[in-house]
């Protein structure tokens, strides 16, 4: 049997309350058959639930430098080195870039993962949203993105605000500014992107175009008797999976807690303002320099959201430090 330590005793588990014993045993097991939903089952019967965590994914088109962020090489020949010069860290050993003194009170809060290199030498959304090679072989329907994979396993808060959500904006480098897709899990763990193709428009997804509420929920409802027909002929499954893409679309619409989320007249201005002005000019072909969607993304994620993708400006300098 699978054994699975509760939270109060952590002394010979893992950091999640799983001992040695009971994670060699999920390996042995799976051979068995015992499915992710099993595991969570076992989970939450010791103890261990949801956390609500959620994760906001800041996208950086082109990829910023390494030494002029988390490793500056300070003693490195004056031709290899940055230009920016270290400053020490709450955490002993830990030195960053001069221009993070504000992160560097925190640094024990973040983790630095300095093992990660890319697959081919590329930085596009695909890949850093996929973790796979743009023109890899790729399953039926296509690798998912990071998102899809949060909305499949972590599951919706609420029906009007959906898990995966992104605040990208479309580059004229075309690949970075693609949120990714759900690929084989399904068109209901998509992203849903909440901007529009200009900076500071909403997208046209979240309103009504031409059409009164009243008049919209009658068509949800004659909707939903012809799906129920096409449901009892349709063996593939895939009207349930479209039917919790209306379901979502609906609350979307007809609830305004999503729309709240991205109305930053309801934010405290004094926070508003700590994020800085906007520059709602794109950077060449990469992204516009819009701050506020980082406090619109901690917003979404108080709302519910599990996921958040936002790109922000351009960084691929080839040489050219300091442009951005």
């Not at 014993?21 to 390996?27: T, Y």
Request: proline share 6%; charged share 25%.
């Amino acid at each position: 049997m699978l054994s699975i330590l509760g939270r109060k005793d952590k002394k010979t588990g893992f950091c999640d309350g799983l001992s040695r014993r009971g994670f060699l045993q999920i390996g042995g097991a799976a051979a068995g058959g015992l499915a992710l939903n099993q595991i969570l089952s076992l989970e939450a019967e010791a103890g261990i639930g949801s956390s609500n965590k959620a994760i906001i994914n800041i996208y950086l088109p082109g990829g910023p430098s390494h030494m002029d962020m988390w490793d500056l090489k300070p003693n490195a020949p004056v031709e290899i080195r940055g230009e920016f010069n270290p400053i020490s860290t709450n955490v002993p050993g830990i030195q960053i870039c001069e221009h993070f003194p504000r992160i560097a009170q925190m640094m024990d809060k973040f983790v630095l993962v300095r093992s990660l290199s890319d697959s081919d030498g590329a930085h596009d959304c695909y890949q850093c949203m996929t973790g796979r090679k743009k023109n890899d072989r790729a399953p039926g329907g296509g690798w998912p993105s990071g998102g899809a994979w949060v909305s499949r396993l972590a599951g919706s808060s609420g029906a009007s605000v959906p898990p995966n959500l992104a605040l990208m904006y479309p580059t004229g480098n075309r690949t970075w500014g693609e949120p990714g897709t759900a690929g084989f899990l399904g068109p209901i763990h998509d992203p849903f992107n909440v901007v529009g193709r200009k900076p500071g428009e909403k997208s046209d997804n979240m309103v009504l175009q031409g059409i009164t509420l009243e008049r919209l929920q009658d068509r949800d409802q004659l909707r939903a008797s012809l799906d129920q027909f096409r449901r009892e002929v349709d063996a593939t499954g895939q009207m349930d999976s479209m039917d919790a893409k209306m379901q979502q679309a609906m609350g979307i619409l007809t609830d305004s807690k999503l729309g709240d989320a991205l109305d930053l007249s309801q934010e405290d201005p004094q926070i508003v303002a700590r994020y800085g002005k906007n520059e709602t000019k794109f950077q060449r072909d990469g992204a516009p320099k819009m701050v506020e969607n980082f406090c619109i993304a901690r917003r979404l994620v108080e709302a519910g959201a599990r996921y958040v993708a936002l790109n922000y400006s351009r960084w691929d300098w080839h040489g050219g430090d300091g442009m951005n």
